[in-house]
């Protein structure tokens, strides 16, 4: 079956840094989706791609989908404590299929 | 705002005991998931259902579990009997497909609902 694999496992860095983390599938997804987790709660959607070369910003998120549509890209830039949290990516072969997750990037950010 | 909301948000009950755990997907939507997720196993799909008809439940243990949705507004998940495998956080997601080759849709996530079996 499909596999995500999402690197890093975690991340450890001061306030104001940027932040990159990124998502390899084995195999072609038509839709990404980057979410982020806080800790007692559901995954909250950050951004949604849907066509390969797509770049797409949310504030100070930035996500890409692969040109190959094998792997899709998060930055964070200029990081605040908030922004602590789990990071997953998800892909979707097509519309209202199941999602498919990568196993998430704890995210620490020391103030 | 419109959130899917999930009860109850924590359960801890003794192995052999049925649990039921619900959602109330976001109005209007017409797809609803259950996911499982664990420090092992991360974030697992159990089921799905579209316009309340089941399209997939192969992630689900069929012997103890079973999902239902009696009407477009309450989806249910339950477990009969538990097992201590089976504590984990559950959640629910909604979303809206449209059909017509539109934009595909996102899904929202419900807080969860963190079982224990002991």
């Known amino acids: 079956g499909q596999q995500l694999n999402q690197s890093p496992q975690s991340m450890f860095i001061q306030e104001g840094e940027d932040v990159s983390m990124n998502c390899t599938s084995s195999?072609?997804?038509?839709?990404w989706l980057w979410y982020k987790q806080d800790p007692g709660e559901g995954p909250v959607l950050l951004i949604a791609?849907?066509?390969?070369?797509e770049l797409t910003s949310n504030g100070r998120l930035t996500a890409q989908f692969g040109i190959t549509r094998k792997d899709s890209f998060l930055n964070i830039s200029a990081s605040i404590p908030s922004d602590v949290g789990i990071y997953f990516c998800?892909?979707?072969?097509?519309?209202?299929?199941?999602?498919?997750f990568g196993e998430g990037t704890q995210l620490t950010v020391n103030p | 705002d419109a959130r899917v909301t999930q009860t109850p948000r924590h359960k801890v009950t003794e192995m052999g005991q049925e649990v039921t755990m619900r959602c109330q997907p976001i109005?209007?939507?017409?797809?609803v998931f259950w996911y499982r997720q664990t420090m092992m196993q991360g974030l697992e799909l159990l089921a799905y259902?579209?316009?309340?008809?089941?399209?997939?439940d192969s992630g689900m243990p069929k012997d103890r579990f079973s999902a239902e949705m009696p009407d477009a507004t309450l989806a249910t998940l339950k477990i009969q009997p538990s097992e201590p495998r089976d504590s984990a956080v559950y959640f629910c997601?909604?979303?809206?497909?449209?059909?017509?080759?539109?934009?595909?849709?996102?899904?929202?996530f419900g807080p969860g609902t963190r079982l224990t079996v002991t």
């Open positions: 997601a909604s979303g809206l497909v449209l059909g017509g080759g539109r934009r595909p849709y996102e899904q929202y």
């Open positions: 195999s072609i997804f038509n839709t």
């Open positions: 791609l849907y066509k390969a070369g």
């Open positions: 998800a892909g979707q072969l097509r519309s209202g299929s199941r999602l498919t």
């Open positions: 109005l209007g939507h017409n797809t």
């Open positions: 259902f579209r316009n309340r008809a089941p399209l997939d």
